[in-house]
């Protein structure tokens, strides 16, 4: 069992930055994909970023949504089990709840919510314009 708990959410005006954090604990946390998700209200959740473990075949490689492309930056400290996703140029439309997830495949994490493995609880964003 993996257990994720994320952090550093908040409110921000627009053009401002947030850095989130994912604490991974459990066995073997540290060899899996990881990636953010976020769902505003009324909304589907949404792939944002993802992280694949360094020690798999495409390991280290990361993929982002074509909406915070160039704004935010996801990375990870394997030694900390930490995972996080630095988010700069923020605009009203990024406001929504932010979740920390795992996924222990072996091929390129997928951009699904519904194929992942292990879930946090969430961190809200607000931004105001």
């Known amino acids: 069992q993996v257990q994720l708990a994320e952090s550093g959410g908040g409110a921000v005006q627009a053009g401002g930055s947030l850095r989130l954090s994912c604490l991974v604990s459990g066995r073997e946390s540290i060899s899996y994909a990881m990636a953010w998700f976020r769902q505003a209200p009324g909304k589907d959740r949404e792939f944002v970023a993802s992280?694949?473990?360094?020690?798999?075949?495409?390991?280290?490689?990361?993929s982002y949504a074509d909406s915070v492309q160039g704004r935010f930056t996801i990375s990870r400290e394997d030694a900390k089990n930490t995972v996080f996703l630095q988010m700069d140029n923020l605009r009203p439309d990024d406001t929504a709840v932010y979740y920390c997830?795992?996924?222990?495949?072996?091929?390129?994490?997928?951009?699904?919510?519904?194929?992942?493995?292990?879930w946090g609880q969430g961190t809200q964003v607000i931004v105001s314009s």
């Open positions: 997830a795992a996924w222990g495949g072996i091929a390129t994490p997928p951009k699904t919510f519904d194929e992942y493995d292990f």
């Open positions: 992280s694949a473990w360094s020690g798999r075949v495409n390991g280290g490689s990361t």
